[in-house]
């Protein structure tokens, strides 16, 4: 029956359904693809025409219109790769119903790059908002604040990650507190993120506060917010990150540089569940999930007393260990072909892959930068790539050997080397640690610890 009424679309129905700017998929109950319209051609760069007839359950098992037709639930935001697409897509799906019968589904996706844009625009008038008086609208914002990462966004298959991964994928199905452990770049903020999405706190706000980005005077009015007129400059009253994120989650960041005051008042929080404003008097009780993160040693800083060990008890709940991508190389290509899309929209290039010998120059190369240091040198072969695809010739991986020095240098002068020449590089403004610290492979706030223990030397 289904098919016959998509034969009945006519003329005027599918000059109307071309004229989307979405690209629209149409499959049955069972599957069959029946219905591509214009801009599926377009966006995935294959014709439409030829994907008819073929079954969606066996073609893209785990795209946005497979769940629909597998849950009969409807889809928001999915965002995937189409099949035969090299940029992602974000997906609504939902299914179709005529009168009691399900007869199939629809699925109506965009370029994720153009989604994103029109996200960024949302983002930036609403930046303000959080500073308005206005409590309610701070809180409307935290609760649209973006969020990008599930599980399905997470690249790896070796062992000891699936490990890390299952764990994470179990705890997400719970309330408790989460300590993700792993160097930098190696995915702990992407980790917060899927588990957060998958919770049952997945429509309430995902709130990141990154511990040593912010300045230790600043972060208690961070974290509670203030009344007005508490000290000089606050002018207007200022909602903290732990209520912004009630119901939600909180992401304390880089919890081991977080000074000892304040973590004293963080497992008060997490004991009672109730703080007060900064310059309140009444009692504000949350309930707010919360994942810490960290790649320093904990137990070192606890055995120099930089570290609370109640406090570490009260957030080691699960502890959760992400692999150095240096012991888990296998899971470069991957990884690799999980982060083109990606880079693709970045740079505007259709790169397809990677040749062999770039993928076994980059399996033995070190990767102190992890997966933040991994997409930076495809994104820089990318760019520099002739053809389709990556070939060894490509891929520049820092310290050049011929920027090596003559005699061997410790690792600790190596780094501070490459650090001081990044920064001359790029200069010493914020937007010049923050291209220093890409071009590192390393977050900015790594490298402002990193400088932070240079200045204390
Ligand atoms: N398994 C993965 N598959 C695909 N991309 C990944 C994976 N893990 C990390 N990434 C990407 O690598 C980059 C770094 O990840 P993320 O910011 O989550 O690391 P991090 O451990 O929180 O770093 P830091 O400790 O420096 O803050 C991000 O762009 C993220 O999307």
Not at 75 to 100: C, M, Q, R, W, Y
Not at 118 to 145: C, M, P, T
Not at 402 to 421: A, D, N
Request: charged fraction near 25%.
């Amino acid at each position: 029956m289904f098919k016959s009424l998509v034969k009945s679309i006519g003329q005027l129905g599918h000059a109307v359904l071309d004229s989307s700017p979405e690209g629209i998929l149409l499959a049955d109950d069972e599957g069959n693809i029946m219905y591509a319209n214009k801009s599926y051609s377009l966006i995935c760069r294959s014709d439409g025409q030829k994907r008819v007839g073929k079954n969606i359950l066996k073609t893209n098992p785990h795209g946005a219109l497979t769940e629909v037709l597998l849950t009969g639930q409807p889809v928001f935001g999915k965002k995937h790769i189409p099949l035969g697409a090299h940029t992602e897509v974000f997906s609504n799906a939902f299914p179709i119903h005529i009168g009691d019968q399900f007869v199939g589904a629809i699925v109506f996706f965009r370029e994720a790059a153009e989604a994103i844009n029109v996200l960024g625009e949302l983002a930036k008038a609403r930046k303000d908002i959080r500073f308005s008086s206005n409590i309610s609208e701070q809180i409307e914002q935290a609760r649209y604040d973006f969020t990008r990462y599930d599980f399905s966004n997470i690249a790896g298959k070796t062992q000891c990650f699936k490990k890390s991964l299952a764990l994470a994928r179990r705890v997400s199905r719970t309330d408790s507190t989460v300590l993700l452990r792993g160097e930098s770049g190696t995915g702990k903020q992407l980790f917060a993120e899927a588990i957060h999405n998958t919770s049952t706190r997945r429509y309430q706000p995902f709130i990141n506060v990154n511990c040593a980005a912010i300045p230790d005077n600043l972060l208690e009015s961070e974290f509670f917010g203030y009344e007005k007129g508490s000290f000089t400059g606050a002018g207007q009253q200022k909602i903290g990150t732990f209520e912004l994120a009630n119901q939600g989650t909180i992401f304390l960041d880089e919890i081991g540089d977080m000074d000892l005051r304040l973590q004293a008042k963080l497992l008060q929080v997490l004991q009672s569940g109730t703080f007060r404003r900064l310059g309140g008097t009444k009692e504000i009780k949350v309930n707010t999930r919360v994942i810490a993160a960290t790649n320093r040693n904990l137990e070192e800083l606890i055995a120099k007393d930089l570290f609370r060990i109640d406090l570490y008890y009260r957030l080691n709940v699960v502890s959760i260990e992400i692999p150095p991508l240096r012991e888990r190389i296998d899971d470069i290509p991957l990884i690799a072909r999980n982060l083109l899309p990606k880079i693709n929209c970045r740079v505007g290039r259709v790169i397809k892959g990677l040749e062999d010998e770039a993928l076994v120059k980059l399996a033995n190369h070190h990767w102190p930068g992890n997966i933040r240091e991994l997409e930076n040198v495809l994104e820089k072969a990318s760019t520099l790539c002739d053809g389709e695809w990556i070939m060894a010739e490509d891929i520049c991986l820092s310290p050049l050997p011929s920027q090596m020095p003559e005699s061997i240098v410790s690792l600790e002068e190596l780094e501070k080397s490459m650090i001081s020449r990044a920064l001359q590089k790029f200069g010493p403004s914020l937007a010049g640690k923050k291209e220093a610290a890409r071009a590192l492979g390393i977050s900015l706030t790594t490298l402002y610890n990193k400088l932070r223990k240079i200045q204390d030397d």
